[in-house]
T-cell receptor, first 113, second 109 residues
Framework: AAGVIQSPRHLIKEKRETATLKCYPI?????VYWYQQGPGQDPQFLIS???????DKGSIPDRFSAQQFSDYHSELNMSSLELGDSALYFC????????????FGPGTRLTVL | GQSLEQPSEVTAVEGAIVQINCTYQ??????LSWYQQHDGGAPTFLSY????GLEETGRFSSFLSRSDSYGYLLLQELQMKDSASYFC??????????FGPGTRLSVLP
């Protein structure tokens, strides 16, 4: 069965650089979520999109932005990277925004040096 | 806002039954979910309780009592592969998804 695809799987950046993470949801899933998970921490909800429109917003820093495109893939853009942004970034998708079951991708491990 | 509490660690032996509790302080939420996460892996959905009561899915069961602000995940016939972190999570009426701090389950032979 198709799963959520995230790219890249690993990313190393310097402070103050920018990064773009990509997420390809499961086919026919119209809702995408982004999470940030630090070492030993629980996933922190950043933002979600339903039918290409931002639906909910969590603890996403102003330096970050995201969008969902016509093919339902989503990108998380991160600027002015800080050391504290080093974390695992998960994308998840669900069949609709009203369905609670989220399918998580393998994550992108971002390291900021 | 939401505040979810879980025990940080639980240890049990193969074949045993273990219960992971989740207590919460909330102004309102749609339902309580449970996710499993192995080290280095992605969270995977286990169960969801929209209403009070018990939901059973194979060896895993989940329970919710809104009046007691309490839920739990019950794992039966424990296997070594069940060693992982378990998170409870809610979507609150403010449309935020909140995960609990996670419980690390260690299953011993």
């Amino acid at each position: 069965a198709a799963g959520v695809i995230q790219s890249p799987r690993h990313l190393i950046k310097e402070k103050r650089e920018t990064a773009t993470l990509k997420c390809y949801p499961i086919p026919r899933h119209d809702t995408v979520y982004w999470y940030q998970q630090g070492p030993g921490q629980d996933p922190q909800f950043l933002i979600s999109f339903y039918e290409k429109m931002q639906s909910d917003k969590g603890s996403i820093p102003d330096r970050f932005s995201a969008q969902q495109f016509s093919d339902y893939h989503s990108e998380l853009n991160m600027s002015s990277l800080e050391l504290g942004d080093s974390a695992l970034y998960f994308c998840a998708s669900s069949l609709t925004s009203m369905v609670d079951e989220q399918f998580f991708g393998p994550g992108t491990r971002l390291t900021v040096l | 806002g939401q505040s979810l509490e879980q025990p940080s660690e639980v240890t049990a032996v193969e074949g045993a039954i273990v219960q992971i509790n989740c207590t919460y302080q909330t102004s309102g939420f749609y339902g309580l979910s449970w996710y499993q996460q192995h080290d280095g892996g992605a969270p995977t959905f286990l169960s969801y309780n929209a209403l009070d009561g018990l939901e059973e899915t194979g060896r895993f069961s989940s329970f919710l009592s809104r009046s007691d602000s309490y839920g739990y995940l019950l794992l039966q016939e424990l296997q070594m592969k069940d060693s992982a972190s378990y998170f409870c999570a809610v979507k609150d009426y403010g449309q935020n998804f909140v995960f609990g701090p996670g419980t690390r389950l260690s299953v011993l032979p």
